[in-house]
C-alpha cells in the first residue's frame, strides 16, 4: 500500500505556469512603503511611512523579510539578488509564461529601496525596525506601533558581508535592466561599484557592529564570500578584468577555492559564488588554446590566462563537491534526504536550502547541456538530465508530492499550510476592517485562534517539513509555518523552466506520428 501511495505521488503533474504566477504574487505581500495602484494583493495596504524619519533619510519600500516587520538588509539583498540571477538565466522562459513584468517590478521595489538606503558612498542603512520589540507584538504592518529605528554601516562601523551583498544584488539588477532601462542600469552599477569599494575597503563583519541582528541574520559565514560574490557580480555585470583579478587573486585567502559546502543560502554564498565562477571557466580554457598557436611576445598575457583557467579550474572542483553533495554522489559527504527524498539541511525553515539547491542545479543543468560536458562526481559523471530531473523531484516534493500530499507553496493546489506564521495574513484585512489594531490585540484574538488566516499568503514557500517528512499546521510552529522571501526567490525561474519543459513535452506528443495496428 505504502509503495502504491509512493507510485502515486511520483504519477502527479503539476501546473508549472500557476505556481510560477503565485510565486511572483508572494512579493507582493510582503512589501513596505507606500503601494502602488497595480497592487494585486488586495488585503495589503501602506505601512512603514515615517521609515527613516527620526535619523533624518528616507528609508520607505523595501521589503518585510518573512512573517515579522523588520527590514532586514541582508537577507532582502539576497533575495534581489536571486530574482535577478533567476531572471538572467531564464528570461526567455519567464517571458514566454508572460510574467516577466511581475518579476522586474519584484527586483525594483527592492532596488529602489537599495538606492535610498545607499545614502552616500561610505554609508548603506542596513535595517529598519528590531526584531525584539517586533516581536513583541502581534499587529498588521499598517498598524505598526513597534520601533523604527534605523541602523547603518559606515567607516567606523563597517559591513563587510552587507555590503557586499548588497552590490551583488545591484549589479545582478543592473544586468536585467540594461536593455530595458539603461538609464536604471547604469545608476545601480554605480551604487554597486561605490558598494563593493566601501565594503572591501573598511573591512568587518556587520552584526559586530549591528548588534540587534544577531539573534535574527547573524553573519557566521563571515564576509569573505560576499567579497568574493560581489566582485564576480561585478565582474559579470561589467566585463571589467579588474574585478576577475580580484576573485582570482583572493580566491585562497578568502576560501573560495577552499571551502567546500554543501548548502547555499542569505549567510553562506560560496556554493553560489563556485558556480558562477566554473561557469566562466570555458572561455579561459578556449582562450588559452588559441594563445598557444600565437606568438611567444604574448607570452605573460598567456601565463595571466593559464593561472585564471587554473584558478577557476578550482572553483569548479568546489561547485561539484556541492552539486554531486545534492545528488547523493559524494563519497561520504552527502546532504541528508527525508524518507520522502527531500534533501534536508536543518530543522528550522528547511525550504530555503530547498529552494537554493533546485536553483542551482537546474541553472548547472542548462549549462552543462549547452556547452556539451557531464558533473564529474564520485565513481561516475552525471548527465545533465538525470541532475534536472533530481531538480524537478525537489520542486514536485515542495508542491505536493510528498507523504503529506499537501503544497508547501501557499495557495497552491489543493491542500496547503492555512496558518501560516505571518501578522498580515493572520489578522482581518486592513481594507476590511480599518479599526486599530493594538500591540498585544492580535496575540489575545488572532495568533492563538484554530481557524485558518482570513488572508492567503498566496505563493509563499514555508519552512517545510521534518526530517521524517512531518509537518504541523500551526501559527505557533515557526519553524515550519513561517516563510520568506528569500525562500520563493529562487524558484521563480524554475518554476518557468519546468514549465518550458512540460509544454515542449505536450508539443512532442501531439506531434508524434500516429502509428495503425492491425
Same mark, same amino acid.
Given at each position: 500500500?505504502?509503495?502504491?501511495?509512493?507510485?502515486?505521488?511520483?504519477?502527479?503533474?503539476?501546473?508549472?505556469?500557476?505556481?510560477?504566477?503565485?510565486?511572483?504574487?508572494?512579493?507582493?505581500?510582503?512589501?513596505?512603503?507606500?503601494?502602488?495602484?497595480?497592487?494585486?494583493?488586495?488585503?495589503?495596504?501602506?505601512?512603514?511611512?515615517?521609515?527613516? !524619519?527620526?535619523?533624518?533619510? /528616507?528609508?520607505?519600500? %523595501?521589503? &518585510? $523579510?518573512?512573517?515579522?516587520? +523588520?527590514?532586514?538588509?541582508?537577507?532582502?539583498?539576497?533575495?534581489?539578488?536571486?530574482?535577478?540571477?533567476?531572471?538572467?538565466?531564464?528570461?526567455?522562459?519567464?517571458?514566454?509564461?508572460?510574467?516577466?513584468?511581475?518579476?522586474?517590478?519584484?527586483?525594483?521595489?527592492?532596488t529602489d529601496y537599495f538606492?535610498?538606503?545607499?545614502?552616500?558612498?561610505?554609508?548603506?542603512?542596513?535595517?529598519?525596525?528590531?526584531?525584539?520589540?517586533?516581536?513583541?507584538?502581534?499587529?498588521?504592518?499598517?498598524?505598526?506601533?513597534?520601533?523604527?529605528?534605523?541602523?547603518?554601516?559606515?567607516?567606523?562601523?563597517?559591513?563587510?558581508?552587507?555590503?557586499?551583498?548588497?552590490?551583488?544584488?545591484?549589479?545582478?539588477?543592473?544586468?536585467v535592466f540594461k536593455k530595458?532601462?539603461?538609464?536604471?542600469?547604469?545608476?545601480?552599477?554605480?551604487?554597486?561599484?561605490? !558598494?563593493?569599494?566601501?565594503? /572591501?575597503?573598511?573591512? %568587518?563583519? &556587520? $552584526?559586530?557592529?549591528?548588534? +540587534?541582528?544577531?539573534?535574527?541574520?547573524?553573519?557566521?559565514?563571515?564576509?569573505?564570500?560576499?567579497?568574493?560574490?560581489?566582485?564576480?557580480?561585478?565582474?559579470?555585470?561589467?566585463?571589467?578584468?579588474?574585478?576577475?583579478?580580484?576573485?582570482?587573486?583572493?580566491?585562497?585567502?578568502?576560501?573560495?577555492?577552499?571551502?567546500?559546502?554543501?548548502?547555499?543560502?542569505?549567510?553562506?554564498?560560496?556554493?553560489?559564488?563556485?558556480?558562477?565562477?566554473?561557469?566562466?571557466?570555458?572561455?579561459?580554457?578556449?582562450?588559452?588554446?588559441?594563445?598557444?598557436?600565437?606568438?611567444?611576445?604574448?607570452?605573460?598575457?598567456?601565463?595571466?590566462?593559464?593561472?585564471?583557467?587554473?584558478?577557476?579550474?578550482?572553483?569548479?572542483?568546489?561547485?561539484?563537491?556541492?552539486?554531486?553533495?545534492?545528488?547523493?554522489?559524494?563519497?561520504?559527504?552527502?546532504?541528508?534526504?527525508?524518507?520522502?527524498?527531500?534533501?534536508?539541511?536543518r530543522q528550522w525553515n528547511?525550504?530555503?536550502? +530547498?529552494?537554493?539547491?533546485?536553483?542551482?542545479?537546474?541553472?548547472?543543468?542548462?549549462?552543462?547541456?549547452?556547452?556539451?560536458?557531464?558533473?564529474?562526481?564520485?565513481?561516475?559523471?552525471?548527465?545533465?538530465?538525470?541532475?534536472?530531473?533530481?531538480?524537478?523531484?525537489?520542486?514536485?516534493?515542495?508542491?505536493?508530492?510528498?507523504?503529506?500530499?499537501?503544497?508547501?507553496?501557499?495557495?497552491?493546489?489543493?491542500?496547503?499550510?492555512?496558518?501560516?506564521?505571518?501578522?498580515?495574513?493572520?489578522?482581518?484585512?486592513?481594507?476590511?476592517?480599518?479599526?486599530?489594531?493594538?500591540?498585544?490585540?492580535?496575540?489575545?484574538?488572532?495568533?492563538?485562534?484554530?481557524?485558518?488566516?482570513?488572508?492567503?499568503?498566496?505563493?509563499?514557500?514555508?519552512?517545510?517539513?521534518?526530517?521524517?517528512?512531518?509537518?504541523?499546521?500551526?501559527?505557533?510552529?515557526?519553524?515550519?509555518?513561517?516563510?520568506?522571501?528569500?525562500?520563493?526567490?529562487?524558484?521563480?525561474?524554475?518554476?518557468?523552466?519546468?514549465?518550458?519543459?512540460?509544454?515542449?513535452?505536450?508539443?512532442?506528443?501531439?506531434?508524434?506520428?500516429?502509428?495503425?495496428?492491425?
Amino acid at each position: 500500500m505504502a509503495m502504491e501511495k509512493k507510485k502515486q505521488r511520483h504519477c502527479l503533474a503539476f501546473d508549472y505556469g500557476d505556481a510560477l504566477k503565485k510565486s511572483l504574487l508572494y512579493f507582493e505581500s510582503q512589501r513596505s512603503g507606500r503601494l502602488p495602484y497595480n497592487q494585486r494583493v488586495a488585503w495589503r495596504h501602506h505601512s512603514g511611512l515615517t521609515d527613516g !524619519l527620526e535619523q533624518g533619510v /528616507d528609508l520607505v519600500g %523595501g521589503y &518585510y $523579510d518573512a512573517g515579522d516587520h +523588520v527590514k532586514f538588509g541582508l537577507p532582502m539583498a539576497f533575495t534581489v539578488t536571486m530574482l535577478s540571477w533567476t531572471v538572467i538565466e531564464f528570461q526567455h522562459q519567464i517571458a514566454i509564461a508572460g510574467e516577466l513584468e511581475h518579476a522586474l517590478e519584484a527586483i525594483k521595489w527592492g532596488t529602489d529601496y537599495f538606492i535610498k538606503a545607499h545614502t552616500s558612498p561610505n554609508v548603506l542603512w542596513a535595517e529598519v525596525g528590531d526584531g525584539d520589540t517586533d516581536h513583541y507584538c502581534w499587529q498588521r504592518p499598517e498598524d505598526m506601533t513597534t520601533s523604527r529605528q534605523a541602523y547603518k554601516i559606515d567607516e567606523d562601523h563597517p559591513g563587510s558581508d552587507l555590503a557586499g551583498e548588497t552590490a551583488a544584488a545591484m549589479a545582478a539588477a543592473s544586468i536585467v535592466f540594461k536593455k530595458t532601462n539603461p538609464h536604471y542600469s547604469h545608476l545601480l552599477l554605480h551604487h554597486a561599484q561605490q !558598494l563593493f569599494e566601501f565594503g /572591501d575597503k573598511y573591512r %568587518g563583519k &556587520y $552584526d559586530e557592529n549591528i548588534g +540587534v541582528v544577531k539573534s535574527y541574520y547573524a553573519s557566521v559565514s563571515g564576509y569573505k564570500d560576499e567579497l568574493l560574490w560581489g566582485a564576480l557580480w561585478l565582474y559579470k555585470a561589467t566585463d571589467n578584468e579588474i574585478y576577475l583579478e580580484y576573485v582570482i587573486n583572493k580566491a585562497h585567502f578568502f576560501g573560495g577555492i577552499g571551502w567546500a559546502m554543501t548548502e547555499f543560502s542569505w549567510d553562506v554564498k560560496y556554493a553560489g559564488l563556485q558556480i558562477m565562477a566554473s561557469k566562466a571557466l570555458p572561455q579561459f580554457v578556449g582562450v588559452d588554446r588559441i594563445l598557444s598557436f600565437m606568438s611567444a611576445s604574448l607570452c605573460s598575457w598567456k601565463k595571466s590566462t593559464r593561472e585564471h583557467g587554473e584558478t577557476l579550474e578550482q572553483y569548479r572542483s568546489k561547485a561539484e563537491h556541492y552539486l554531486c553533495s545534492c545528488l547523493n554522489r559524494n563519497n561520504g559527504t552527502n546532504v541528508d534526504r527525508t524518507p520522502g527524498g527531500l534533501l534536508h539541511i536543518r530543522q528550522w525553515n528547511n525550504m530555503q536550502y +530547498v529552494s537554493t539547491a533546485a536553483f542551482l542545479l537546474t541553472m548547472y543543468s542548462d549549462f552543462l547541456q549547452n556547452s556539451n560536458q557531464k558533473l564529474n562526481c564520485h565513481g561516475g559523471s552525471v548527465d545533465h538530465e538525470e541532475i534536472l530531473g533530481f531538480a524537478k523531484s525537489q520542486v514536485d516534493y515542495i508542491l505536493g508530492s510528498n507523504p503529506m500530499n499537501m503544497s508547501y507553496l501557499v495557495g497552491f493546489g489543493p491542500k496547503y499550510p492555512a496558518r501560516v506564521h505571518h501578522r498580515g495574513a493572520s489578522i482581518v484585512s486592513y481594507r476590511e476592517n480599518k479599526a486599530f489594531i493594538g500591540c498585544t490585540q492580535g496575540y489575545d484574538n488572532w495568533y492563538g485562534r484554530e481557524e485558518p488566516n482570513p488572508n492567503v499568503l498566496v505563493g509563499a514557500l514555508v519552512g517545510g517539513p521534518d526530517c521524517q517528512d512531518n509537518f504541523t499546521d500551526l501559527r505557533s510552529n515557526y519553524m515550519q509555518t513561517e516563510a520568506c522571501t528569500y525562500n520563493t526567490a529562487p524558484l521563480v525561474g524554475v518554476f518557468a523552466k519546468l514549465l518550458q519543459m512540460e509544454d515542449q513535452k505536450s508539443h512532442d506528443d501531439l506531434n508524434q506520428p500516429l502509428v495503425a495496428s492491425f
